[in-house]
């Protein structure tokens, strides 16, 4: 896993760097969070302040990468937003990031569906009156079979939401950034983008995007 950096498209927005929120997201996405040792290391070196009021959407942030990027946002102070298709893993990380003091919010929402990115965004503002912070987690692996055997089905669900579903939710968000003059957008890559994995077509070439 990795994180890929992107900037908003006005150029009256400005990137603020370096960007604690990419600090965090990329130690986690690198595989701290599977190493309690580290992680602790992980978690003394945030201070609460360093991302203070500032707001987080995190796609795909109920559970694994996107779960722990959202918790470690949250002891760092940022206000959370975890926006999944699934409601259950999401109210299991409010509720941790509540225990810790945090600020935290869920939404319901398809990142390959338009309306929902746009509710997501909406959202967001009307609970905290911001958009600091996008990160693009929310992903799924697809089938594991030869291209000749994949329908079409399989291998556009993928792309809609690993790749699609990216590009919609930066669009949501963007001009809330805008307006702010500030905003950074993380997306969370793979190796498999770079190298290729064997019968994982549509995972690599979303990734590689």
Not at 79 to 93: F, G, H, I, S
Request: proline share 3%; net charge positive; with cysteine.
């Amino acid at each position: 896993m990795g994180v890929r950096e992107h900037e908003t498209s006005s150029p009256a927005a400005c990137l603020s760097k370096p960007t604690n929120a990419i600090r965090v997201a990329e130690n986690i996405s690198r595989g701290v969070a599977k190493n309690s040792q580290r992680q602790s290391r992980l978690h003394e070196e945030i201070s609460m302040s360093e991302l203070s009021d500032k707001v987080a959407i995190i796609t795909g942030g109920g559970y694994g990468i996107g779960k722990q990027i959202a918790l470690k946002y949250g002891a760092a102070g940022a206000k959370v937003v975890l926006a999944a298709r699934t409601l259950e893993p999401m109210k299991q990380t409010c509720a941790e990031l509540e225990k810790i003091g945090a600020k935290a919010i869920s939404i319901q929402a398809d990142v390959a569906k338009e309306a929902d990115c746009k509710k997501m965004a909406d959202e967001t503002l009307k609970a905290f009156g911001r958009i600091d912070i996008l990160v693009n987690n929310a992903g799924i692996a697809g089938p594991t079979k030869r291209i000749t055997e994949m329908s079409l089905a399989e291998w556009q669900e993928v792309i809609d939401i690993d790749l699609t579903g990216a590009w919609l939710a930066s669009r949501a968000v963007i001009p809330h950034m805008d307006k702010n003059h500030t905003g950074n957008i993380l997306m969370i890559s793979s190796g498999a983008g770079r190298r290729g994995y064997p019968l994982r077509t549509p995972y690599a070439a979303a990734k590689w995007a």
